[in-house]
Structures are given as C-alpha cells and as structure tokens.
C-alpha cells in the first residue's frame, strides 16, 4: 500500500499561518474521501477535517472557520490552509482516507505516513 507523504510543518507564533501538503500517489485518489488528523504529544489522534471525492468538506468544531481543506486530484495532492494558529494546534499532523461510520469520522488503522509537525509558539 502507498503510504501519503505530508510536508509544510514548522514553528509559527499564536496567529500565524501555514500550509500543509499531503502527496498521496494511488491511482484511484479522486475517487477517495480523503482527511487531515492530528496526534497532540502525549494525546492519541484525532479527526481535524475531511474532504469528499465529490468536494464536501467537513471540520472538527476546534478548527472551523479557520482551517481549509482542498485537493487537487491531477496531482493526488491533499492540502490544509491553516490560519489563526493556535497553541493547541500544536500537534503531528497526517493524511490518510475518510470514512464517516454512523456519527463520527473514523480513525484508519492502517496507511499511515510520517506526518509532518505543526509547533504554534505562545
């Protein structure tokens, strides 16, 4: 199995912005629902927002009205604009697919990429 790829991580200050990239290279991507999860330290991962093969876009309430998930199916390409960072969105954060089971986001157990660390400074 492909394993994604996330990049655009670093240190910001409380109020910055970044730009996360997901590089998810299987061959049937536009066709998969596809999300952004994060693992704060010492805490197990969670469900940060998710985009449908048909373009529907969902968010956790924590970061609605100031994440933005979008894709780009000609590149098999994930992305999370995140502005008005945060200290609490301190976190590693992956892609991986999206599945929506009865009343929440599922959390896959497999395909898992290396992630890519978000450090919001207070």
């Known amino acids: 199995q492909v394993q994604p790829v996330e990049s655009g991580g670093g240190e910001v200050a409380t109020g910055g912005s970044l730009r996360l990239s997901c590089a998810a290279p299987?061959?049937?991507?536009?066709?998969?629902?596809m999300g952004w999860y994060r693992q704060a330290p010492g805490e197990g991962l969670e469900w940060v927002s998710a985009?449908?093969?048909?373009?529907?876009?969902y968010y956790d309430d924590s970061v609605k009205g100031r994440f933005t998930i979008s894709r780009d199916n000609a590149k098999s390409t994930l992305y999370l604009q995140m502005n008005s960072l945060k200290p609490e969105d301190t976190a590693f954060y992956y892609c991986?697919?999206?599945?929506?089971?009865?009343?929440?986001?599922?959390?896959?157990?497999?395909?898992w990429g290396p992630g890519t660390q978000v450090t919001v400074a207070s």
């Open positions: 991986n697919t999206a599945e929506y089971r009865r009343t929440a986001w599922r959390i896959p157990s497999k395909g």
């Open positions: 985009i449908t093969s048909g373009g529907g876009t």
């Open positions: 299987i061959r049937a991507f536009s066709n998969l629902n």
